[in-house]
Each structure stands twice: as structure tokens, then as C-alpha cells.
């Protein structure tokens, strides 16, 4: 079987380089605020939900994350 990733190939030239923030535990809160911004806040009510399937499972956290704000 021949590998899909040709592993010996060079990955080529870097564009650039990403530098570590100064304060990396305000940098990850920042990040944080901003996305449940985003998101709306908690999308779930908070508790404890049992399945009887990860598909089931799935299919509900997609009801959930999909649902109109309000319903």
C-alpha cells in the first residue's frame, strides 16, 4: 500500500512565525469572553443528561447548539 503523505518530500518555506503572548493566562481569558460572546453565552442548560448512545448523544448537543435563542 502506497503512503498518502509523501514523508520524505520538504513541507516547503514557513510564511511566518507566531510569538507567544506576554501574559498568556489573560490572553486565553480574553480569548474565552470573546467566544462566549459570540456564541451567545451557554447554549445548554446546565445538569447532568444521560444517553443510551453517543448518536443519540450527538444528535441532541446538535438540537441543542442549533436551537433558536429564546426556545
Known amino acids: 500500500m502506497k503512503p ?3 514523508l ?6 514557513t ?12 490572553y486565553g481569558l ?7 460572546q459570540l456564541r451567545g ?3 445548554v442548560r446546565r445538569g447532568v443528561y444521560r444517553f443510551h448512545s453517543f448518536e443519540e ?3 441532541w448537543m446538535m438540537n441543542a ?5 429564546g426556545n
Not at 510564511?15 to 489573560?26: D, E
Not at 480574553?30 to 462566549?36: A, C, D, F, P, V
Open 4 to 6: 498518502i503523505i509523501n
Open 8 to 13: 520524505e518530500d520538504h513541507a516547503g518555506k
Open 15 to 26: 510564511v511566518g512565525r507566531r510569538t507567544a503572548p506576554a501574559n498568556s493566562l489573560a
Open 30 to 36: 480574553g480569548l474565552q469572553k470573546s467566544l462566549h
Open 41 to 43: 453565552g451557554i447554549p
Open 57 to 59: 448523544a450527538d444528535q
Open 65 to 69: 447548539l442549533t436551537r433558536k435563542k
